[in-house]
């Protein structure tokens, strides 16, 4: 859990800078901001479908972590259509960014209480079975 919010922490650092560096910024710190957001922003990856595998019911990890990769999969999919059309109305990129920024300070918060709340699926109470 530790990696996983920490990296989302990064992510959204990185997010929240890009709403402080000028438009006229000299390319090389473009070009940091860009990869500090790629390194962060996808290495989550991996360490989420490590936290869905443990946080699954032992009996439903394939199901659990198939589900997840789903609904992953339609935010890729419709992110990076969202963060255009949010740029376009807002008629910035910088109010983008914010968006995106305050949705992962979002995230990393929750996910940060349901680990110290200590409980196993925070979306659902599983009700486990007779032999369980």
Do not use: C
């Amino acid at each position: 859990m530790q990696p996983l919010f920490w990296t989302m922490a990064a992510a959204a650092g990185g997010a929240s800078a890009m709403v402080l560096v000028p438009g006229q910024a000299a390319f090389w710190i473009w070009l940091m901001m860009y990869a500090w957001i790629g390194f962060f922003g996808m290495g989550w990856y991996n360490l989420f479908l490590v936290e869905v595998a443990e946080r699954a019911d032992s009996s439903s990890v394939g199901l659990t972590v198939s589900f997840a990769l789903t609904v992953n999969q339609a935010a890729v999919i419709t992110a990076p259509a969202g963060f255009g059309w949010l740029a376009d109305v807002l008629g910035s990129y910088r109010w983008a960014w914010a968006f995106l920024a305050s949705g992962l300070v979002f995230a990393a918060v929750w996910m940060r209480a349901v680990n110290h709340a200590g409980t196993r699926n925070p979306l659902t109470k599983v009700q486990q079975g007779p032999y369980e």
